[in-house]
DNA sequence: AATTAATCGGTAAAAAATTACTGAATTATG
DNA sequence: CATAATTCAGTAATTTTTTACCGATTAATT
């Protein structure tokens, strides 16, 4: 089980473990390298290689591996096992969407605090999330014990929230605001870009269009 | 002028175009390769190439490329030019936000219309949008114009959408619910993966953990 | 007007990722 | 109990992506 993780590996994982969780489901009980392949329309040769980083034991022959304990190294290599605590800032549309999100617990994610510097926010509870004074970002961060910061804040303001998360002691930033920000390279970033996710739909599409012409 | 992107690329041209819009808002009138690189971390023969198969001519040595006229090449490439119509289907908490959310013009990006089957959410409107009846999506949609269905539904019910968009003659579609679904190939098909973002960030608060424990 | 400095595009080299192959091992089947 | 069918791990080959290099070109400077 190595632990350098390609970043192209990293963004199979959540494919695979996902698949795992169906297949589980189905009361499937062993699963082969071939069959994930299958599945996910990858190559067998890929699977395995991901399969061979991930996996703390051996396949059996013919038989493939015991599907409970490959979700478990999944887990584990993706640090949903032991539950993150996190906190949100700025609790606009995006931001209240997150909080009634319910999905983050299969993710070992918990929302455990919400910030917001709007008066008429701060003190009001979403979905039983308690909203902060974000101006009060050192202080009740440390009480709330979380290590993940997700920023919701407009653009303009997400670098400068990331600077108060780091100050107060964040190690792990995810940045939903459509804007780079910098951190210090000891904290760890993560960018939900919906920008990226959309340039790829949106190019296809251009070159649909393109070859529409064409004939 | 290439048109074979490499989806390395496709996920780094989002980012270029952000930092030149904002280089442009700065006032600045002519870029290089060099400094794009140098904003961005990334090495300069790589961003040339990027740049080369995007920019629909040559750049001036010692001078760089007229940052407008690059824009435009970037947004004709990612489809932002021609505006897309889309509609939203399931006005849940993530639709919602979804709806409320200005950001999406900058891609070139209207929601024209929403759909979900709760009798309380249809007929009303929200952020100018109006919301109609899911079960009557195929007379509905060919009314708004729409190309691009965007699916905020919970997992389990994402397919079965999906195949209505499809058969009510949608081009494309940009899954937010997390889960896989499967669509006939000529139907373009994008997933807004949460789950792959925050791969990243817990993967590597894993192994920061570890590394803890090492020492 | 000549020189300098910086950029470009194209090609070549290096690195990384993916795919293919091979022999050994094991379960299931006849 | 022997055979056949799968699967595995490890290595090798291929492909793709990234990085480096080089001569030509052009704007700015003197």
Redesign the pocket.
Known sequence: MSKNL????LRRLPEYLTLLRNLKQNGIKYI????IADCLN?????V??D??AV?SY????????DIVLLIKDFEKILGYDSSHNAVLVGVGSLGKALLCYDGFSTYGLKIVGAFDRNPELIGRTINDIHIYDSRRMFGTLSTLNANIGIICVPSGFAQEVANDLVDSGIEAIWNFAPTKIEVKKDVILSNMDMATSLAVLSHQLYLKKNKRKEN
């Open positions: 390609s970043k192209n590996q082969s390298c071939q069959t990858l190559n067998k040769e890929l395995r290689k399969i061979a996996s051996d396949g059996v022959p013919n038989k493939g591996r």
